[in-house]
């Protein structure tokens, strides 16, 4: 009850001179806001696409480099410098590196690539969420990136922030209201 209270007062304390304004509250999922945005349902289908006709195709091309210059070299090794053979032994041995980290660097790219993707839409919905009038922050370790600085920019925006969290955490200090209970005990107390 008396959280509800205090929540009340925070609502009330950050609205405008508009008795009929209404309160917009910030909830945020990124990956459930950007999944509802128009446009972003092409981005699994351009990831896909990009899979295939650039990470694929690059390592096919890397093998058959690789075993190019493999032949090459162990063709043509009894007629070069040694120094010669070193260098080109050393590079052929990075491509072998390469190719048995493959995944790990396919993985690299996919998520560079998916970043690159969906980094407009993240900004479009951190500056929806930035428009709030009470942020709602639940549940959060407060150090992942976004959601350690979303309760800060809202913050810095004009809106009440309440924190739920059994927890202390960083964002402790920017909240308005620090509620120390589990996310559902603290949504209960808060609309209850």
Known sequence: MGAAFVMAILVASNQTA????????GYFDLEAMISLMPGAQKIDSILQAFSRDSINAEYQFRVEEFNRNDSTLRADSAKMPAKV???RKQKLFQEFYLLQNWQEYSQQMYQEKQQQLVAPFAQKAIEAFAS????LIIGTSAVVEPAASL???????GASVVEINPTETPLS????????????????????
């Open 132 to 135: 709030c009038d009470v942020a």
């Open 151 to 157: 309760a800060r920019l809202a913050k810095q925006q």
């Open 173 to 192: 200090f920017v909240a308005d209201l620090s509620l120390r209970m589990s996310a559902s005990e603290g949504m209960a107390e808060l609309l209850g």
């Open 85 to 87: 053979y070193q260098e």
């Open 18 to 25: 508009s008795a009929q304004q209404a309160i917009k509250i």
